[in-house]
């Protein structure tokens, strides 16, 4: 259930320009908004308190046009769309931006930027450092509840998955980023993630200690431990789900990347290191790299663990 608040051709003036001369002088931007919200509560009501009060999102964008200035409609529509979110329960922002009276020879009437974006994607935008596109490809799989971030390092997915209201329990063997990531957290006023010094490979082989049917979710990106998946098939609650993704040899043989190949997944081996789950999702292939410049051969699993024992489908 939901609706939208339509706001139509607000106009204020502005400071936006690529050139210092354009922005001089304040000139006539435009703004046009549709605001994804829940609408019901407030219909049934009648109270203003329940619903989203545009006179204070129309404010709030004239507030925004009119204080700062920018070189590009982009950078204003981005701060514009941060507020929002920010301020109000809205869902989804469609946004369209623009100058009524463009310095630009045969434009006679308007020229700017129409912007659609949800909750969501605003946070994966604004996420530092991103989370891998494979988590944000399958994110709906995951229930609520507690997740484990295997190897975690200084917490990517820990941040953002906390910052979508998970409960995230994040445990590497480099007490330094963990350090980083709680600190991190404090900074972001994330409460929903725990950190756990903990060493998946000691010598000889251990049981890492990780419980028993204990987490919602399970993530492992680009680490690879083969003994360890046992345990956290364990440590997966009936209905949980197991995401994966990691280097397969062909990035190796490829890129030289990992420099050993052990640290590679065989064609189809990860298949084969989850016996019991039900896949979600399988590839193998070329899939955007951890820093989104480069791609990479990897593959990218999602398992379910079956709510009653039983052969993996």
């Known amino acids: 259930m939901g609706g939208q608040i339509v706001i ?55 507030d925004i046009g009119t204080v700062r200035e920018s070189q590009l409609l982009e950078t204003l529509g981005e701060r514009l769309l941060a507020a929002l979110f920010d301020e109000f329960p809205i869902n989804r922002i469609k946004l369209w931006l623009r100058k009524l009276h463009p310095p630009i020879a045969f434009v006679t009437r308007s020229v700017g930027i129409c912007i659609e974006r949800t909750r969501l994607a605003q946070q994966v935008v604004h996420a530092d450092p991103p989370p891998a596109q494979f988590l944000i490809q399958q994110l709906h799989r995951l229930p609520k509840g507690k997740v484990l971030d295997v190897a975690s390092g200084s917490g ?67 680490y690879l431990n083969r003994p360890l998946l046992p345990y956290l098939i364990d440590a997966l609650k009936p209905g949980g789900v197991l995401l994966c993704e990691t280097f397969t040899v062909e990035n190796h043989v490829r890129r030289r990347h990992p420099k050993r ?53």
């Open 8 to 62: 139509e051709q607000l106009e204020f003036r502005g400071r936006c320009g690529v050139t210092p001369e354009e922005r001089a002088r304040p000139q006539p931007l435009a703004v046009d908004l549709e605001l994804d919200c829940r609408l019901e509560t407030a219909g049934l009501s009648d109270d203003l308190v329940r619903t989203i009060d545009y006179a204070k999102v129309t404010q709030r964008v004239v």
């Open 156 to 222: 990517r997915h820990a941040l953002f998955l906390a910052s979508l209201g998970y409960q995230v329990e994040a445990v590497d063997r480099d007490e330094l980023a963990l350090t980083q990531l709680s600190a991190v957290a404090r900074t972001r006023q994330l409460s929903g993630i725990s950190s756990r010094v903990l060493d998946l490979e000691q010598s000889p082989p251990q049981e890492p200690k990780l419980g028993h049917e204990t987490y919602e979710a399970i993530l492992i990106f680009f």
């Open 261 to 313: 190949q052990e640290f590679c997944l065989a064609p189809c081996e990860l298949l084969s290191l989850v016996p019991g789950l039900r896949i979600l999702h399988y590839d193998e292939g070329l899939h955007e790299g951890t820093s989104g410049l480069e791609c990479v051969y990897t593959a990218q699993l999602a398992a379910q663990k079956p709510l009653v024992p039983g052969p993996s489908i």
